[in-house]
């Protein structure tokens, strides 16, 4: 079923009993319109049951990652746009897009929109978003249309291809795509593999369909923009994609995200993903950019330029897509070009354990007994050899008889290698020695969930697999793999096409390790000298570099700070602050005073990290911020009175903890930082008492008084310097509570005037105004941890101002989106939401439109 719509019918306000009405402003900012479509999202992300968006691979879009999608398209001056959307859910792409164009100052006249969606329930939600985006494009004088196709995308694009209808005059090619497609695994003999295969795709995973469909119904030079797993990168499994899809796009940029669980946060997404922009073009360009951030709302992007040809090699049978986001990591692929050899060249291969538990199931057995041999599971592995046995719950043993047969490998020595790594582990690629002699039996098992190298069947030499563990376990083989690898799997065909060392250098390598397996410092060493005979001090060792930035984050571990504050840009910062070079002694770390745009620059000089220019903002509100407030550093050391938004601030290490941080790696270290940690505490309270000093300066009635600070105080800022002149204009402040004083601002005399007796006892909003324009008395809650205007605070605060003859207008306020998230399901109806991050945006919950909206579109 198609359904056309008609740009000027009137939105569709959702029948579901927590969906929300925004279709009452009458003119829209592109801010806003990408605010309410945000809270579409966030509505129907808490009504979608979790099983249901994993079975359709619906993962909603975030309002931040559809922004920067939308920032990276580049011809939006056409006469003409016609943009598709193949998964549209509830329109989060295609309204960033539209955002996006309204915002040109030579703007198109005509822009049409075609969006697929077969989910009704997102439909309602689509059919609001495409009526707002309407309104913004009748705000800059863009006659806009649109289509929600409620037809399966594939289907509908394999028919239109078969039967020739795309230069049709039925069917538009389109000028732009923006996606976000479904992640799905898909049967090989299901008939969605059928279709796909139908138009010369043969792939596992419904979003490269989605992809490689895309791409097909593009205009020559149209522009596509999508948002997906990484995976297809690599692998034989998306080989046939890679070639499609290359050979009729040309890729142009590439944005990469540090940390796996940012661009999808709200949906515990595990799979890296990335965000490509390219161009339907057979032609590729000289160059493409790499950008990285560790999510879509950090300002602070690093860029790097690679050449076409060094992201997709000429002579690459495989089509693979080799991503290097930096200089650091361009040395480590020039690094890995020194070893030449592949396993088929040193007489190896790699395999895949034959023991599937669950079919071998009647075989196993918990301890070994009579006519068992060992099985070998991931948990075995420790230290760079196999503990056996383990006390775990897997099974130890496996049956040895006719039935098993093919399933046991002669006990000889072997490497073993995980197939699966954590989300987060440190390591991706784990080798282990499998030493024979400490098994007494003639066969032995791996469990599925291994790989193992093995000679034609059989062992290798001890020496061999040692040194063979050695190289694999190296930072030099993690970093690459990390590189092009977009998923947290070791599969052997990801072994296979690694280079490695000669057959003289693993077993020079082999010789060096003895029972006690190497650390990864001592790995590293032995790489460096052995293999790459370059010296450890050299300045452009990536090794050095990859490793001092881990070991960065490592004292910041240590140090307490959570997660979120242990991203590499933190431990960059702490290198600067600290004048540490990547092959610098941790004796050498010095306490300079420094600005921040001299830390960028250090990044840049020493650890081959460019950054954006503009970002020095987010370089200060994150890295500094935090260890300011950890007392980690102080602030103008040299002139404690230069205020700190001055240009000339400088910020140095906190003499206790640069001694501390020079004991770093030696024997010192342990005791040290536990003695720091208990010391710290009184000087983090000392910042916090001296920050507090200031308080919070806000202007009532032409006098600045100051909050307290901390607490919901930051939040009753923003409503009075930002809430109160936006939407009360001229409103007379009668009330305002802080933190540490209740009636911090009362107005007694505007409170009798209004026939206002207020019950001291009583809860008072935050905020009270009189806005006197309308004669309407607005209640405002400043919602940090608790208090949002639910049913029942709704009805206290009618009770609370009865006496007044007034009307009354409710609004409860955030600071975030992420904030307000959590209480939108309790929000009273008949009530405003303001979120601070958004400041020109109001919500109305239910009816047409609310008094201050009405007021905003009567300004208007």
């Known amino acids: 079923m198609t359904a056309i719509v008609p740009s000027s019918s009137r939105a569709l306000v959702a029948s579901h009993n927590s969906a929300l009405s925004f279709t009452s402003l009458a003119e829209i900012s592109s801010g806003n319109l990408l605010a309410q479509v ?85 439909i309602g939600y689509l059919h609001q978003t495409l009526e707002l985006c309407n309104k913004e494009c009748q705000r800059v004088d863009i006659s806009f249309n649109y289509e929600i196709r409620e037809t399966d995308f594939i289907e509908d694009t394999v028919k239109l291809l078969q039967v020739g209808l795309l230069n049709s005059a039925n069917t538009t090619e389109f000028t732009h795509a923006i996606l976000n497609p479904p992640y799905l695994k898909i049967n090989a003999n299901s008939k969605m593999r059928e279709l796909l295969r139908s138009i010369g795709l043969e792939t596992s995973n419904l979003y490269t369909g989605f992809m490689a469909a895309t791409a097909q119904l593009l205009k020559p030079r149209g522009e596509f923009v999508a948002i997906t797993p990484r995976s297809f990168c690599n692998g034989p499994y998306f080989r046939d994609f890679r070639k499609m899809f290359l050979e009729m796009m040309a890729l142009q940029q590439v944005h990469l995200f540090e940390s796996r669980q940012e661009a999808f946060s709200d949906d515990d997404i595990l799979q890296e993903t990335i965000i490509i922009q390219a161009t339907k073009q057979r032609q590729k360009s000289s160059n493409v950019i790499i950008n990285t951030s560790s999510g879509a709302n950090d300002d602070l992007i690093m860029s790097h330029s690679v050449p076409y040809t060094a992201l997709v090699k000429p002579d690459d049978l495989e089509q693979f897509i080799h991503i290097i986001p930096d200089n650091i990591s361009q040395q480590i692929v020039q690094r890995m070009e020194l070893l030449t050899c592949t396993l088929k060249d040193l007489g190896l291969t790699v395999s895949t354990g034959r023991v599937v538990d669950f079919r071998a199931k009647e075989y196993l057995m918990t301890n070994l007994e009579n006519n068992t041999v060992p099985l070998i599971y991931p948990v075995n592995l420790s230290n760079g050899y196999v503990e056996y046995p383990k006390i775990t719950k897997k099974p130890q043993g496996i049956v040895s008889v006719n039935e098993t047969a093919n399933l046991l490998i002669p006990n000889e020595h072997y490497v073993l290698c995980k197939r699966f790594s954590s989300k987060e582990e440190k390591r991706r690629v784990v080798a282990v020695v499998y030493d024979a002699n400490q098994f007494n039996y003639a066969y032995v098992g791996f469990e599925n969930h291994l790989n193992y190298f093995h000679k034609d069947g059989r062992g290798l030499s001890l020496t061999l697999a040692r040194g063979l563990a050695v190289y694999l376990n190296s930072t030099l083989v993690d970093a690459f793999f990390r590189l092009f690898n977009g998923h947290t799997q070791v599969n052997a065909t990801d072994l296979r096409k ?73 431990a960059l910062t702490l290198l600067a602050l600290l004048d540490l070079k ?146 009360t204009p001229s409103g007379k402040l009668i009330y305002v509570g802080d933190t540490a004083k209740k009636f911090f601002h009362f107005d007694k005399a505007a409170f009798v005037d209004l026939g206002v007796n207020i019950d001291f006892h009583g809860k008072i909003p935050d905020v009270i105004i009189h806005f006197t324009t309308h004669n309407w008395l607005v209640l405002i809650e400043a919602v940090t941890s608790q208090g949002a205007i639910n049913p029942k605070r709704k009805e206290e605060l009618e009770v609370l101002f009865r006496g007044v003859q007034i009307p009354l207008v409710m609004v409860t306020t955030f600071l975030s989106r992420k904030a307000m998230k959590k209480y939108l399901p309790e929000i009273a109806w008949e009530t405003d939401v303001w979120v601070a991050e958004d400041l020109t945006h109001l919500i109305h919950f239910n009816g047409e439109y609310s008094k201050l909206q009405a007021y905003q579109i009567e300004k208007k």
């Open 38 to 122: 945000d809270l579409h999202r966030i509505v129907a992300s808490l009504k979608l049951r979790q099983d249901k968006k994993a079975s359709m691979g619906q993962f909603l879009t975030p309002a931040s990652v559809a922004q920067l999608m939308a920032e990276m398209f580049n011809r939006l001056d056409l006469p003409e746009i016609s943009l598709l959307d193949a998964g549209a859910g509830i329109g989060s792409l295609l309204a960033a897009f539209v955002a996006k164009v309204c915002q040109q100052p030579q703007h198109t006249s005509s822009l049409r929109v075609v969006a697929y969606e077969i989910d009704p329930f997102l």
């Open 498 to 570: 690694l280079k490695y060392p000669n057959l003289e250098q693993l077993l020079s390598l082999g010789t060096e390790i003895k029972e006690q397996f190497p650390s990864l410092q001592e790995i590293d060493e032995l790489i460096e000298n052995q293999l790459l005979s370059m010296s450890n001090q050299s300045e452009n060792n990536p090794i050095a570099t990859k490793s001092r930035i881990d070991e960065a984050r490592q004292i910041l571990t240590q140090l307490g700070f959570p997660g979120t504050q242990r991203s590499p840009q933190l």
């Open 582 to 727: 990547p092959t610098d002694s941790w004796q050498l770390a010095d306490s300079p005073s420094i600005g921040i745009k001299p830390m960028m620059d250090f990044m840049t000089q020493h650890y081959g990290k460019t950054y954006k220019p503009n970002t020095r903002e987010s370089v200060r509100d994150g890295a500094v911020h935090s260890f300011l407030d950890a007392a980690l550093i102080v602030v103008n050391p040299d002139d404690p009175s230069r205020p700190t938004t001055s240009r000339n601030t400088v910020y140095q290490i906190e003499n206790s903890a640069l001694e501390l941080l020079r004991t770093y790696g030696t024997d010192k270290w342990e005791k040290s930082i536990g003695s720091y940690l208990i010391s710290a505490e009184p000087r983090k309270k000392h910042y916090v008492q001296k920050r507090e000093i200031s308080g919070i300066s806000i202007v009532i009635n032409e006098k600045i008084k100051t909050l307290s600070p901390g607490g919901q105080n930051i939040l009753i800022e923003k409503i009075i310097k930002d809430f109160v002149p936006r939407f």
